[in-house]
């Protein structure tokens, strides 16, 4: 099942100029050690980058569930594409409707992660999935702040030099 943490995962496969999906065999296993694919799963260089956009994409949807100004347009169509190559259908499952992805290999799995998008937008929970509003980190994490405020992954790191920053910012002036 696809959570919101494998959601953050997957976007957290690239993380500071290291990518854990970089190579079809590195995306095989990530998709089957986080029970997205079998074992038996060869992905396709295609497949490697159709990922990568897709895992971009999302990012920016996570960015902008952090107030971040995005181009929205450009990672829809991404992730339109993305839900058709995965034929992503309505189905019943115990009476109730899901999504469910068609496709089966590389796409059936991005199917699922898209899937799981739109059931956190229904269920409310997609918003507290962000994605650090450093420009130089761009984590993905879940917000579990009472008010949904976190704006960094961190305050220890990432929230900490941003308001370093901002001080330096706001003397500067009056050092002047």
């Given amino acids: 099942m696809v959570t919101q943490e494998l959601i953050a995962d997957f976007v957290n496969t690239l993380h500071e100029g290291e990518d854990a999906l970089a190579t079809p065999a590195e995306l095989s296993r990530w998709l089957a050690e986080h ?9 396709s260089v295609d497949d490697v980058s159709e990922t990568k956009a897709v895992r971009e994409a999302l990012r920016t949807l996570l960015l902008a569930n952090n107030d971040v ?19 992503i259908e309505l189905r019943f499952v115990d009476g109730a409707p ?6 089966t290999g590389v796409s059936g799995a991005l199917g699922q992660i898209l899937a799981t998008v739109q059931a956190m937008t229904t269920d409310g929970t997609w918003a507290r999935l962000k994605a650090c509003r450093a420009r130089d980190c761009e984590w993905a994490f879940v917000d579990n702040a009472k008010n949904q405020s976190r704006a960094w992954c961190s305050m220890r790191s990432c929230g900490n030099r941003e308001k370093a920053r901002a001080f330096r910012e706001r003397r500067r002036p009056a050092e002047a």
Avoid: I, K, M, N
């Fill in 69 to 87: 100004a995005v181009d929205l347009a450009g990672a829809t169509v991404v992730l339109d594409g993305a839900a058709r190559h995965a034929r």
């Fill in 98 to 103: 899901v999504l469910l992805a068609g496709a």
């Fill in 35 to 43: 029970g997205l694919a079998s074992e038996r799963l060869r992905a």
